[in-house]
């Protein structure tokens, strides 16, 4: 089972960020938070991913709170290509489980015009 | 060029046929893996493969049957198709293990009437 929380939908205004929470308390000192998303009809895609520390590279930034029981990702400046269903995984470090990624149900962000 | 192929994109057939799915990936990764995606849009791991070895088999009824004849090609094979087996298939690939980043492939719409 997904050890993740996160609201169903949210929705965003286009340019301005969008803030995807998830929960995560039951998170492990050895596992790491991934974003990935799924655009319409197609395989989900790897954003971002941290430990402790906050992350940015050029799609998002990933926020995670000092008791690392929450995380935001944020898209600074929404585009309707945006629109997606973003997944918050936990998962190891060192490859245990064989690598595989438990996704959850994922929050609906829909960008509107 | 496309990282992670499957053919095909369409399949629908009747139940108690039986077919195949290909996937092949050409970014030079030793872990491969299929994913299904219910009718809800729930995303869960089939089979991981690491180096033609499998190491992840998930409780998938013994009608599913993977087979890697190298490390850059992972295909699914379905016998006696029941139509609870009607979901969209995606393949994946990472660097292995314990690779942060998993790469998708389109996935494979199947349709068992």
């Known amino acids: 089972d997904a050890k993740t929380t996160q609201p169903p939908s949210m929705d965003c205004a286009e340019g301005r960020a969008a803030n995807l929470p998830c929960n995560h308390s039951?998170?492990?000192?050895?596992?790491?938070v991934y974003w990935y998303r799924q655009i319409h009809s197609q395989g989900p895609q790897y954003i971002i991913h941290?430990?402790?520390n906050n992350e940015t590279n050029e799609m998002a930034s990933l926020i995670i709170t000092e008791d690392r029981k929450s995380s935001t990702l944020i898209l600074p400046h929404a585009t309707l290509r945006d629109t997606a269903v973003y997944y918050c995984?936990?998962?190891?470090?060192?490859?245990?489980?064989?690598?595989?990624?438990?996704f959850g149900q994922g929050t609906e962000l829909s960008v509107k015009p | 060029d496309t990282a992670v192929s499957q053919t095909p994109k369409y399949l629908v057939t009747q139940m108690g046929n039986d077919k195949s799915i290909k996937c092949e990936q050409n970014?030079?990764?030793?872990?491969m893996y299929w994913y299904k995606q219910d009718s809800k849009k729930f995303l869960k791991i089939m089979f991981s493969?690491?180096?033609?070895?499998?190491?992840i088999n998930e409780t998938v009824p013994n009608r599913f049957s993977p087979k890697s004849p190298d490390k850059a090609h992972l295909n699914l094979h379905i016998n006696s198709l029941e139509l609870g087996d009607s979901a969209v298939y995606f393949c994946?690939?990472?660097?292995?293990?314990?690779?942060?980043?998993?790469?998708f492939g389109p996935g494979t719409r199947l349709t068992v009437t």
């Open positions: 941290g430990l402790k």
């Open positions: 039951t998170i492990s000192g050895n596992e790491y």
């Open positions: 970014l030079g990764h030793d872990t």
């Open positions: 995984i936990v998962r190891v470090a060192d490859g245990g489980q064989g690598g595989k990624l438990i």
């Open positions: 493969y690491n180096n033609k070895e499998l190491i």
């Open positions: 994946a690939s990472s660097g292995g293990r314990f690779s942060y980043e998993q790469y």
